[in-house]
């Protein structure tokens, strides 16, 4: 399984960015999906955002408009950008990787966002 590491959490206003980055400790061109989740407190992980190695993308309808997710697989690297954020998009995010769509997942240790009011 590939190994995952998040950064690019942190602190911001409501109506700001952030922009988070999950790099791969192999290369993940042909990982069939890599995405994003995330968990607020209380609440169960949900998908944010998720793209496959032939570019098919999906996003939650909470993050449609605002969030965009890249893969630059040379960098082994999955990014998601991250506009106009509000407070109810507070949430630890993890970064995912599924090597087929059969395979289990592999998972991030998550990076903390917190956008305050």
């Known amino acids: 399984q590939v190994q995952l590491v998040e950064s690019g959490g942190g602190l911001v206003q409501a109506g700001g960015s952030l922009r988070l980055s999950c790099a791969g400790s192999r290369s993940i061109s042909t990982i069939y999906r890599m995405g994003w989740y995330r968990q607020a407190p209380g609440k169960q992980r949900e998908l944010v955002a998720t793209?496959?190695?032939?570019?098919?993308?999906n996003y939650s309808d909470s993050v449609k408009g605002r969030f965009t997710i890249s893969r630059d697989n040379a960098k082994n690297t999955v990014y998601l950008q991250m506009n106009s954020l509000q407070p109810e998009d507070t949430a630890v995010y993890y970064c995912?990787?599924?090597?087929?769509?059969?395979?289990?997942?592999?998972w991030g240790q998550g990076t903390q966002v917190t956008v305050s009011s």
């Open positions: 995912n990787a599924r090597r087929s769509p059969a395979s289990s997942d592999s």
């Open positions: 793209k496959t190695s032939s570019g098919f993308t």
